[in-house]
Every structure is written in C-alpha cells, then in structure tokens.
RNA sequence: GUCCCCGUAGCUCAGCUGGAUAGAGCACCAGAUUCCUAAUCUGGGGGUCACAGGUUCAAAUCCUGUCGGGGACGCCA
C-alpha cells in the first residue's frame, strides 16, 4: 500500500469527475502531476500541484481550479482538511485513522506491503566488480562491489528480473604477464632460485600456492619454451585468481550469477567480436578512415594511419573510435561491443555497467555502442563510483605505490566486518568521493550511522524482550500484534512515526528508478532516527513508554507500530546487503 | 585543447529528477540529567546553494558561459 500512488488516484478521480462536470477539459495530460510530502510539515502530509499544471489547459488561475480539486478531495472521510495554499498547492491532512490504517496494513502484509511492479519482470543486467584476474580485490574494488550489489538487490525488490554479472578480462595482454609471473613461482617452487622479481611481472605472494600447485600437478613438464606453457599456465593462474576473487566477494556476502569470459568470444574457432562488427558495418556505422592524433601529451608511438572505426558520433561521442590496434587484434572497446551485443541477445533490455571514476572517459563510447547495437531498443546506464579514501582515527592510511602493496578488501571486512563495509559505501551517493575510517565505522555511536541503524533494530527486539517479561499475559505473536487496536496511538511522534513508514514503498521505487541504492540507507537512518527519538521522549514521559503495565490495549499498539518498523528496517537492511541483528553485544 | 563528474552551514554530506521559509550529523553555544527500556537529552546560532545570464506560475535542481577541484583523452584493461 502506497500513500501517494493512493492519492495519485484520488487526483485522477477528482479531475476526472471536474471534466465530466464541464469544469475542465476532458483530455488533460496529468502525467506531471505530482504528488508528495511537502517538505514542511506545517503543510500537511501531502501535497499536489495538480492544479497548476492543469490552469493553464482549463484556462482557469490555478488557485479556482485548486478549490474546485480540493473539495473534490475533501469529501473524503479520512481526509482531514484540503486546503488551497501558495500559488496554487493543495495541501492534504489525513486523519489519524487513516494512518492507524496504513499501519495495519504493514503488520499484516509485512515488507510486502512495500512491494512493487515497476519492473514488471523486465530482464535488467547488472554487471559489477569484474576486476582483472590478476590478484585479490583491493579495496578500490569494494565500493562498486557494494554498489552493484545492493543496486541488484533493489531492482529485484521493485520486480525486475535481475541478473549479476561478472566480465572476466581474461583475454589481454595482462593475463599473459599473470601467467609468466606464475610461471616464475613454478620455477621457484621446483627449488629454482628466482631472486627479485623483474619489472613488470606481478610480485605479490598469492602467486606462490599457484605456483606450487603448478609444480605438484605438472612436475617438471612445463619448463620449456613460453609456447609451449603459456596457455595452460594462464589458464590455471586464471582460474586461481578468480577462486581468490569469488572468495573476497563472498566475504562481503556478494555472489554473481554469471561469470562472462572475454576470451570466450574468440574461443572454439568462433570470432564473435568479428560478427559484432560485421553486424555494425551492415547497419553502416563501421568506415575506414584516419583519426586526429590525441591531445595532451601524444604516445610516443602514435603514427596516422588508416584504421576500421566505429561511427560512435553519430550516437554523441566526441570522436569515432578504433576497433584494431596497429598489430591487427581488436580493441578492449571492441571486444566490450561484441560483449555488450551477447547481453542484449540474452534478452537484456536494461544494462547497468558499474565502473570505476576513472573510466569516466569511456561512457559516451559504450553508450554509443548500445544505441547503435540496438537501435534503442535497449539502455544501458552507468554507474561510476568515486574514489575510497581510506583513514583511521582521522589519520589518512598511507598507501605506497610500489606494486604488490596495497590494501586489500580482505583486510577490511576481515577488521571491520562486512556490515559496516557495506552500509558505509554505501552512505554516500556512488559519484561522491567517500571516507571510510576504520575506527569510526565500528564505534558504537549515535555518529556512527551502521551502528545507529541496527541499534534501532536491537532495540525493538529489546522492547519486545522486555515487554514479554514485564507483561507474560500479553499475546505478542505477529497475529495478535496485527489485530490489535491501534486508536491510541495519538502522540504526534506516533503519528510521525507511522507516516515514516508510509514512505518507504516510495522510497523504495524512487530509489530503484535512479539507480541509486544510497537512498536506503538515508532512508534507514532517517527511520532510526524517528524511533531514537520517539524512544528518548519515553525518558521525560513515561505515559510515551512502548511498555506500559497499566495499558495493556495500548502497550500492543506500541508495541505493534515498533514491530511494523523492525520490519521495514530489517527489509531495508536486507537491500543494502546488512544483517538485522536483535542483540548489539 | 576536448569531454565527464563535482562545487550546498566552520567540517562531512543529503536534498525525493522543477515546488512553498534549503535539511541532517559532527563542531560551537546555552540548559537538563543520583531518570531509565540499552550506548545521555532538549534548545539555539550559523547559507548570496561557486559566479553571471537564460527557460516559467515556480530553479540548489534544467540550458549557456565563467571560475575553482577531481578524472579521462588510439594500440592498458
């Protein structure tokens, strides 16, 4: 049950009854009608500008048009007051009982009363992480890792048919280098003496077990030539490294659904980024031609020389862009085309790429293909998150350059724990740089928002808990909680309380259609707040208490509204990947 | 030189895709607190939404330009 889609209706109903009146055109376009909490409380709890969007169409002021809307709306029994304000608002105040009604409904229904169908089951595509296959996953890779993740998991909450998935970039020049490094620790693992390791080749000692496996498994054989090696060693370190990445992932409680190889497209005798480009150059986007020389500083091997491009102008990149490199094997970008066709032909009509800042270059380009790819039949969106700066106790955590050297995702979930990893990516919106302070993120503090929300969760299940004890005659099941009589629940905080609540399918599908899973968690926090305060207020005035020996009937009401709430937190939680604890400790 | 992101309170950031008097948390100031259910509470000051134009009933939000910060600019992915 949706508030404001409830009142969307209502709108819809008055104007439609105004035009069959006469008073307004019966073809009014009332798609940018809006329908919202006004910010300011003294406004009611909801406001909509119908009117001033539909004046001017009915040839009326907007504030005539609103009264005629407004009385329209206030005929209503749960409507306390609609009232004209400002240039043109309508201003609606529910009563009580309408809100003791919402609050029903979430006891009854659960989270469920929050689901919704704006997916409509559409197949949507969410493809995050794919980190090279070259070494663990540092922290750099986290918060997109958070990121897509909680995204998938939002999408699903609102009815689309997602899939998670993971691009393996196991086909470029950089696995060739994982493969001659681990080759180097088969050598050392059959007692060679390696010394340092040279310039260029992965030095990090999770190389070590691959190679040593590499030893135990092939003994002696592969000491030839790189030819001859070269293929089952990349192979094997491959599929060690993402044996290492899925690991990483699953300690931040993330698992794909699809691992896609980029060397696939070119395996089994297939070329399928050559069938890519095939199709484009059907459709005409592929020519010939020469490219200006880049600007800024220029490679030291640019030559100006003949090339196959992809037209990406002509669907708003800058410059057409090169699909082979000089030596005659594809680009990284091609190989993403013919990557980004097989997701469409897996019948994904919604892509979402998450990618790190640094990529912010290569959008237009990828945008591009997509268009070109599916003639719009398809849209791709994405995501970039910024930068992760790390600090503890304010002191920023030197990271030294020198390769090999750098911290590890693993070392940050295995000390802070994937919680409060994940809720503080993501506290932040994904194009924001973000802090994260090891310190301040398991500090139990109202300043510290992972704490402060699940605290809130704690603490209903402690009301509960003592509520059993102090009153062992009360029937807490969720049936009994469900029926009860919610009529006592007058305090303006209450009240705010359950409005708080009415919000979240609301929040929810906004959340869902920016692509942008941050909301959740301010909404969380702002729901926490709500019950910190209601909570603290218990302090001052004990008749506000949740338990209340004296008041049996309105004890289960309070009791009912902070079970309503736990389950909105606990569903909310589940979004952002964050577990629902009932203890602190 | 071109493109993308960002610029909101002293600090860190929200701002529901165009709504009414721009919010929260720190920090600061002033009170309350031998009360209790679990980790104090209440109030207050603080803003030219970088700047200048434009679009309209309405702009922090959309468009153009300027300034400032970050990132990216065949043959690394």
Known sequence: MNVFSDFVNRVGEAVAALAAAGDLPTSCDISRISVEPPRDASHGDIATNAAMILAKPAGLKPRDLAEKIAAKLGEAGDVASAEVAGPGFINITLDASYWHRVLATVLKDGPAFANSDIGKGAAVNVEYVSANPTGPLHVGHCRGAVFGDALANLL???????????????????????????????????????????????????????????????????????????????????????????????????????????????????????????FLAERGHIYEGRLPPPKGQLPEDWEDREQTLFRSTAFGDDVDRPLKKSDGSYTYFASDIAYHLDKFRRGFGHMIDVWGADHGGYVKRMKAAVAALTGDEADLDIKLCQMVRLFRGGEPVKMSKRAGDFVTLREVVDEVGADPVRFMMLFRKNDAPLDFDFVKVTEQSRDNPVFYVQYAHARVHSVLRNAAEAMPDLDLGDGALASADLSGLTDVAEIGLIKRLAEYPRALESAAIAHEPHRIAFYLHELASDFHGLWNRGKDSPQLRFINAAHPALTMARLGMIKALAAVLADGLSILGVEAVEEMR
């Open 156 to 278: 699903q909450r609102v009815g689309y048919h997602v899939a998670r998935e993971y691009y393996i970039n196991d086909a470029g020049a950089q696995v060739d280098v994982l493969a001659r490094s681990v080759h180097l620790r088969y050598r050392e693992a059959l007692g060679e003496k390696i010394g340092d390791i040279p310039e260029g080749l992965y030095p990090g000692d999770y190389l070590k077990p691959v190679g040593e496996s590499l030893a135990w498994i092939h003994g002696h054989a592969l000491l030839g030539e790189e030819s001859a090696w070269l293929e089952t060693v990349r192979t094997e370190a491959i599929d060690a490294m993402m044996d290492l990445i899925t690991e990483d992932l699953a300690a931040l409680g993330i698992r794909h659904d699809v691992f896609f190889s980029e060397r696939s497209l070119t395996a089994e005798g297939g070329d399928r980024i050559a069938d890519a480009i095939a």
